[in-house]
């Protein structure tokens, strides 16, 4: 981060940000973590480089590390608040994969509102958008972004098999499920 700092490299201290607001997020420092996510999302609102889609990635991820720490807090509006917004900027530059990230994020807020209608239309959007990536949808894989759609297409199915909605919430699931 200090050579980032050195040459004025906003793109990368937001990314560096982000990561650390990450790990403290991952082991639970939410305390620790929120601040990096703010600062990141304060620098990169004041980025006014070439490089805008980057630096809006940058900015969907402090959105969405924001959101999950508030998901977290179980300051449910907020999450979905923060989520969106994150959605919104990777609508715009058709970033399927945060897309899908940002839809699996909003379905776990409803799932865990108990709002499982909202929460598996979201889900399956965000698989929808996990195979427009071209990103598998089933398997184990090796790291937390390869599991999490066998995370989302669990959570569809498990809705679904408890008997809490009807088969069909007005989308036509893919056959993978």
């Known amino acids: 981060m200090e050579a980032a700092y050195a040459i004025n490299d906003t793109l990368n201290i937001t990314v560096v940000m982000n990561d650390l607001a990450t790990d403290f997020r991952r082991i639970g420092a ?14 990169a609102e004041q980025y ?42 990777e609508k715009r530059h058709n970033n399927y994969r945060g897309m899908a990230i940002n839809y699996a994020n909003i379905g776990a807020v409803h799932f865990d509102r108990g709002e499982y209608a909202e929460a598996e239309e979201n889900y399956v959007v ?21 599991r999490w759609p066998t995370y989302t297409s669990r959570r569809v199915i498990s809705i679904r098999r408890a008997g809490i909605l009807p088969t069909d919430c007005g989308r036509r699931v893919r056959s993978t499920l």
């Open 48 to 89: 006014r480089g070439p490089d805008v889609i980057l630096n809006e990635r940058n900015m969907a991820s402090a959105y969405n590390g924001i959101g999950s720490i508030c998901r977290e807090m179980n300051e449910n509006e907020e999450a979905v608040r923060v989520y969106r917004l994150a959605l919104e900027l």
């Open 126 to 146: 965000s698989l929808e958008n996990n195979e427009k990536a071209g990103l598998p949808t089933s398997g184990t894989g090796s790291t937390p972004v390869s």
């Open 30 to 43: 939410f305390d620790e973590a929120a601040p990096y996510h703010y600062l990141a999302l304060q620098i």
